[in-house]
């Protein structure tokens, strides 16, 4: 795993600052301490830091092809590079190393960028094509590994994170209205956007190309839903099971020591289940919990692990570990990203990386498979649409707003509030607002007169609209995976695990976004995904027998912090000092009065504003280091 940064200029005459360069890359430590390197060649300059996972020895990056016409630096790993690097040298091909890097570089100069459909892996690179004068970036499919770009009149320039892009003096800090507005809704930054304007994110499954000034970005892979209709449950579950069964094998390759996170949930316990039956030797499995036990899982971790036999390693931490993280939330997010899962997140890969420097992790299930609750909402949803509105908005609404406020995880008025709020919208703005922070009308009444006035448009769920053009194929519930696949996952949870993983070093793959699985999934109906109001139904059959029982039947929980109690005691002094009156106002963004009237409220317990607040406590974090214009 590794940080890359480049600099290409659209002249052939001028050359990339060599010091730039380096200063970029720099900021890119803790994501490669094993090795560095540099190159520049005309009017080409690319860099990376590395980790060393495969080829220890002999896997320095800059590389290059043959006769040193292509050059990579490449952050990622592919997993079929065997098969590939037999492919291409029956081919001619002559390889110099053992590395997966140099497969990419070879299957560039057979077929161009047809091989990044050869490619089943995580992966952002860079290749310096020199004959073509053209640099070309590409991204995975799922976006796991990220990818930043800015591109100005004369130049590109690009890196995995933003704090190393914001190195290049070419590349100003002017806040985006519209990102932050996107920000505020979904409590991250969908892509293209990045939250400064002159920056963007290659999006999930593209390839962009930069020659001469010119830009070009096309799409190579998205994801197609019902094409197995008529297919079977026995069928479907043979299918799976030797999908999961390849993907895990593959995922395990790896020439240091490699472990699984393991929650004891369904997606973990699947990934641990397969890992057990591949790995030489016994697997090592990790798990933290929290002493609040709304928020602990580390019972059902162990209980996998004992069925796994397991090398189980598990760390149990006062509330103090995370909550001392909060401050430093800049120093492990260069964007704002309101997921608080960030925090147990960093905590379970600084503790696996004691041990082992690659862990397999369950992300992707949920999307997959529909396994959150939002999807059984959307079913029962439909059923209350049938109940008059002035019924809803006259019994159900007063009834529900007046259930006590608790503050445990998922508690059931917090969870019956969200869903009351969101039947009011249509099925894609409320699936939005089910998941998000503030509503459009929300952000009417935060946002200054002069931030609503700059924005391009009053704010909106656009985002959504704009993703679900690309999914013509996808209907009803099917449209809802497919934004959580994009959105929630893709632009969220994999930012999170990447930016809380690497700040530790540690590597984390996830083979249930392994391709295979990922086009199995989605051609499957999704009656054999949520049969009735059972999640993961075709899932939780693949793995019957392998798992205990009580395992497949527990309901989905989430991996939390308890936010809702910290904002009413011991993070009430850090959200005040960032929210008073006076910080809010000199930023000019946010009405004062609108944050006050929040931060009153959650602290006299009359409302549940957890979400809300912890949006605006990782933005003004942000903004706090980084500085927006």
């Not at 001392?324 to 696996?352: C, G, H, I, K, Q």
């Not at 445990?408 to 969101?422: A, H, I, N, Q, Y």
């Not at 952000?443 to 053009?469: C, I, K, N, V, W």
């Not at 850090?574 to 008073?580: K, M, N």
Request: aromatic share 8%; with cysteine.
């Amino acid at each position: 795993m590794c940080g890359i940064v480049g600099n290409v200029l659209a002249r052939a005459d001028r050359a990339p600052d060599p010091a730039v360069l380096t200063r970029m890359n720099e900021r890119l430590t803790h994501r490669g301490p094993d090795d560095e390197g540099i190159l520049v060649q005309g009017p080409a300059g690319l860099a990376m830091r590395r980790l060393k996972i495969i080829d220890l020895a002999t896997g320095h990056q800059p590389m290059a092809g043959e006769a040193g016409r292509v050059w990579i630096v490449y952050n990622g790993e592919i997993y079929n590079y065997q098969e590939l690097r037999e492919t291409l040298a029956r081919r001619g091909h002559a390889f110099t190393t053992r590395s997966d890097t140099e497969v990419v570089v070879h299957a560039y100069e057979e077929r161009g960028l047809a091989a990044l459909g050869d490619l089943e892996g995580m992966f952002a690179f860079a290749l310096w094509d020199a004959p073509a004068r053209t640099l070309v970036l590409a991204r995975d499919r799922l976006g796991i590994k990220p990818l930043y770009y800015a591109v100005r009149p004369d130049q590109i320039v690009f890196a995995s994170e933003l704090r190393a892009l914001l190195e290049h003096p070419a590349v100003d800090r002017t806040l985006d209205l519209t990102a932050l507005s996107r920000y505020l809704a979904h409590e991250y930054v969908p892509a293209p956007h990045s939250i400064f304007r002159a920056i963007k994110k290659l999006p999930a499954g593209h390839w962009l190309t930069y020659s001469e000034g010119r830009v070009k970005i096309e799409p190579y892979w998205d994801v197609h839903f019902g094409q197995a209709q008529a297919i079977g449950e026995i069928e479907a579950v043979e299918a799976l099971r030797a999908v999961l069964d390849l993907s895990v094998r593959q995922h395990l390759v790896s020439d240091v020591p490699l472990g699984v996170f393991l929650s004891g949930g369904i997606d973990s316990s699947t990934v641990a289940a397969y890992a057990a039956r591949h790995f030489g030797g016994r697997l090592k499995t990790f798990s933290i919990g929290f002493d609040d036990s709304s928020f602990d899982e580390t019972a059902h971790a162990r209980r996998v692990a004992r069925t796994l036999d397991t090398d189980h390693h598990e760390e149990v931490l006062g509330p103090r570990a995370a909550l001392d993280l909060v401050a430093r939330l800049p120093d492990l997010l260069d964007e704002p990203l309101a997921d608080a899962s960030l925090l147990p997140t960093y905590l379970l890969s600084r503790f696996a990386r004691r041990a082992v420097t690659v862990a397999l992790s369950g992300d992707g299930g949920d999307e997959l498979f529909a396994g959150y609750p939002t999807y059984q909402a959307h079913r029962l949803a439909r059923a209350l649409e049938l109940v008059p509105r002035w019924v809803r908005h006259r019994l159900v609404r007063p009834a529900v707003e007046r259930l006590p406020v608790s503050l445990d995880d998922l508690s059931l008025d917090f969870r019956l509030k969200r869903f009351v709020e969101g039947m009011d919208f249509a099925p894609v703005e409320r699936h939005a607002a089910w998941l998000g922070s503030f509503t459009p009308a929300e952000q009417g009444a935060l946002l200054t007169a002069d931030a609503l006035a700059r924005l391009p448009g009053p704010p909106s769920y656009a985002a959504f609209h704009e993703m679900l053009a690309h999914a013509p194929s996808a209907s009803g519930l099917e449209r809802m995976l497919y934004l959580d696949l994009k959105g929630y996952l893709g632009e969220g949870v994999l930012t999170k695990v990447d930016r809380a993983s690497m700040a530790c070093s540690l590597e984390v793959r996830v083979p249930l976004l392994d391709r295979r699985v990922v086009e199995l999934a989605a051609s499957l109906p999704i009656r054999l995904k949520l049969r009735g109001l059972t999640t993961k139904y075709v899932l939780k059959r693949t793995l019957a027998g392998m798992l205990p029982r009580e395992i497949l039947a527990r309901p989905k929980k989430g991996f939390g912090v308890p936010l809702a109690r910290w904002f009413r005691a011991d993070l009430a002094p850090l959200l005040r000092d960032l929210c008073a009156p006076d910080v809010i106002r000199r930023a000019g963004l946010f009405r004062p009065d609108t944050v006050e009237r929040l931060l009153t409220e959650h602290a006299a317990g009359r409302r549940d504003h957890r979400k809300k607040l912890y949006t605006l406590l990782a933005f003004q974090l942000w903004a706090s280091r980084y500085h927006p214009a």
